[in-house]
């Protein structure tokens, strides 16, 4: 069976809630987990299981236009590069080159696009929880400064 296709499986039988599986229902603690697992997955799953239909569909479909458009530009600016490399005359070269580096930037902001796509997720799924679950629940950060080796540092605390 195809990778991609095992993959597909996978997530689909993520999202798919207890219940239709025949499990009983989760605790709030293990339902936690297993949405912020599903949103670490890919975006939209999490929401997904629980039951927050529309953001789910916001954040997978931005999510699938963001890789969609990482996939396009890469095959662009390959033919562009394939054009740059076999080109005639140093005019030729310089324009084909000029857009190889016009489709780098676009795919590149694309995978910027996916990636806040994916934190806006998480960050969605860390206020739901908040709200859901109880303020026990929370994403702490620490910026802190070590005085022995003069080094400055973070640290991210995430309690559930």
Known sequence: MPRPLLLLLLAVSLAVPGRLRGAETPSEDIRLRKALERSLLFP???QLYEKQYAKAALFAAAEIACLALVVVEIGRGNDAYRSY???A???DAARWRGATERCDRRRN???LGAAGVWVLNMADMLVFAKKKYGGRRSLAFHPFYH???QAY???I???F
Do not use: V
């Open 44 to 46: 939209g799953l999490g």
């Open 85 to 87: 490399r076999d080109a």
């Open 89 to 91: 005359s140093a005019d």
């Open 109 to 111: 902001t694309a995978i």
């Open 147 to 149: 005085h022995e080796t």
């Open 153 to 155: 540092g973070a640290g």
């Open 157 to 159: 605390t995430c309690r």
